[in-house]
Structure formats: C-alpha cells, structure tokens
C-alpha cells in the first residue's frame, strides 16, 4: 500500500503496475539489493506481483503470494507500508 502521507520527489509520484517477465531482471536486483527472503526465477508465474516504480524504477513489488518476498529499496520505505 502506499502510504497516504508519503511526499513524493520531484518529477511525479510513483506509480503502480502488473509486473511480467520483461520485469524480472530487475525484480531480482531489488530482491539482491534488499534480501527480503525466497524468491525464485520462476515464483511471478504463481501469482499476481505488482510493482511500485519511481521515475521509472522498481522500488517495491508485492505479490499474492502468502510467503513470497515483498522487498522495497530502503530509500522507500516511508513510501511503503
């Protein structure tokens, strides 16, 4: 969820979006960058991940999986609840 109070920087807010395949060498940087538990090359194919992008880049996803990683880039965790 995005927290209500969060300022966002210059350039406009973040934006919410349906993450695929195309995505996923960048979901994995973010989940290297911030090790937040499992996540596998293939784990998006069970379930709906969504991505939060700032000026064009993945800072968080969450899923709808119950015991998959939810990371989010430390700088964006005010934005992020």
């Known amino acids: 969820m995005i927290h209500p109070d ?7 807010g973040p934006e919410i979006v349906e993450l ?6 960048e979901m994995t940087r ?21 991505g939060i992008r700032e000026n064009g880049s993945l800072v968080a996803t969450s899923s709808s999986l119950p015991d998959s990683a939810q990371p989010c880039s430390p700088t964006h965790h005010g934005l992020v609840t």
Request: no cysteine.
């Open 20 to 25: 695929g395949a195309a995505d996923l060498p």
């Open 6 to 12: 969060a300022s966002s920087p210059a350039g406009g």
């Open 30 to 50: 973010l989940v290297e960058r911030t090790q937040p538990g499992p996540f596998w090359p293939r784990i998006r194919e069970l379930g709906t991940y969504l």
